[in-house]
């Protein structure tokens, strides 16, 4: 059974930072490409950043220089490190695993900015 479990969501103030985390089992982690998504209300889900099996990664443009995606293999776990965090950040955030058809979803974790 696949599971992608995040944390490290919270509240922080606009300037601050937070660090999540998504731990998958049930999958051969180095194998996939790894990526943060994140949902705002009312809007279409975005995908944020990217991390390939190569550690080559992507990003989006509204996070470029502010976010970093890492991943752990040994630890099966991807993280998104973010800073300067703007109220337009503030979103649900979701990780997901994918290699070919496989596409896993985690359960999201709310990331909520504001003063």
Known sequence: QVQLVESGGGVVQPGGSLR??????????????????????????????????????????S???????????????????????KPADMAVYYCNARLWQMDYWGQGTQVTVSS
């Open 63 to 85: 996070v470029k220089g502010r976010f970093t995606i890492s991943r752990d293999n040994a630890r099966s776990t991807v993280y998104l490190q973010m800073n300067s965090l």
């Open 20 to 61: 999540l985390s998504c731990v998958a089992s049930g999958i051969t982690f180095s194998n996939y490409v790894m990526a943060w998504y994140r949902q705002a209300p009312g809007k279409q889900r975005e995908l944020v950043a990217t991390i390939f099996r190569g550690e080559i990664t992507n990003y989006a443009d």
